[in-house]
């Protein structure tokens, strides 16, 4: 009896010990789909905006104003054209305006423009 009483209570845990296996490994796959959901969220809230820059006259300009706009924290992928005149960039509006850029490059010694959205 008490021999029969050990195996049923020896069964009874390893049926608990995988129950909290499965259960945990359950909760870790979870956790990078959420991740993965936190991450598109912050990307649907970037804007991309372009604005006029005057003032460059050459190559050491152009990676001025780009090392200016990129140095902001919430500013990414940034694109500065010397021919055209104008920089594109995409900015997190929870983090920095627009308008902040546009003062940063103007602090530097550049006339930035009126800042424009760009649809996406």
């Known amino acids: 009896m008490a021999k029969h009483l050990a195996v049923k209570t020896g ?5 608990l010990i995988m129950a909290f ?9 979870k956790q990078p789909e959420q991740t993965i959901q936190k991450e598109q969220t912050k990307q649907v ?3 991309k905006v372009k604005i006029p820059v005057d003032g460059m006259t050459c190559s050491a300009c152009q990676s001025n104003v780009k090392r200016t706009i990129k140095s902001i ?29 546009q003062k940063a490059i103007n602090d530097k010694g550049y006339t930035a423009g009126k800042p424009q959205e760009v649809k996406q």
């Open 11 to 15: 069964i009874t845990l390893l049926v």
């Open 45 to 47: 809230a970037m804007k």
């Open 73 to 101: 924290d919430g500013v990414s992928d940034v694109e500065v054209s010397l021919e055209m005149k104008y920089a594109i960039f995409l900015f997190d509006p929870q983090k920095v305006k627009a308008e902040q850029v």
């Open 21 to 29: 296996s499965i259960s945990s490994c359950a909760q870790q796959t």
